[in-house]
């Protein structure tokens, strides 16, 4: 018995060595996997910064150059209104300027006049009053 002892105690202590080893290596295995995840999640991170950087300066770039169109259209539009405003408003003043020509006419005309030159007043005076109205819808 001895010599199997001998042989069984050999090769229990080489099934120790063995499942020690094995236990290490379970150990360096799993720290070398965690390692490699780690370093595939850090990897994956930068990959979505650097894709959110891109996409964030794309979405700015394309909100300036709606902000610029939109500041051209703003100023067009204002230039397109002041130059009918001014059209309209040189349209009143001149049928203003018409109706106290006529005006004038009236105070320096006889009774005669005044039935003639009556007429073409009142005609000047209503376009007038619907120019003005109509230029005041305008600019509301």
């Known amino acids: 018995m001895g010599l199997t002892q001998e042989y ?3 090769i229990e202590k080489k099934l120790r060595e063995l499942g020690t080893k094995i236990e290490e290596l379970n150990g360096k295995a799993a720290s070398d996997v965690k390692k490699d995840y780690n370093e595939k999640v850090q990897s994956i991170r930068e990959q979505m910064n650097d894709a959110f950087a891109k996409a964030n300066d794309a979405l700015n770039s ?3 150059e709606w902000g610029k169109k939109i500041e051209e259209k703003t100023e067009k539009s204002k230039n397109e209104a002041i130059e009918e405003y001014n059209e309209i408003t040189g349209k ?5 300027d018409e109706l ?3 005006m004038d006419k009236m ?3 006889g009774n005669e ?3 003639e030159i009556k007429a073409g007043t009142e005609k000047a005076w ?3 009053k619907s120019s003005f109205s109509d230029a005041i819808s305008k600019f509301k």
Request: charged letters at 40%; aromatic letters at 4%.
């Open 100 to 102: 106290k020509t006529d």
């Open 126 to 128: 209503n376009d007038l």
């Open 92 to 96: 009143l003043q001149k049928k203003i």
């Open 62 to 64: 394309t909100l300036n």
């Open 107 to 109: 105070k320096d005309s």
């Open 8 to 10: 069984l105690e050999k």
């Open 113 to 115: 006049a005044w039935n």
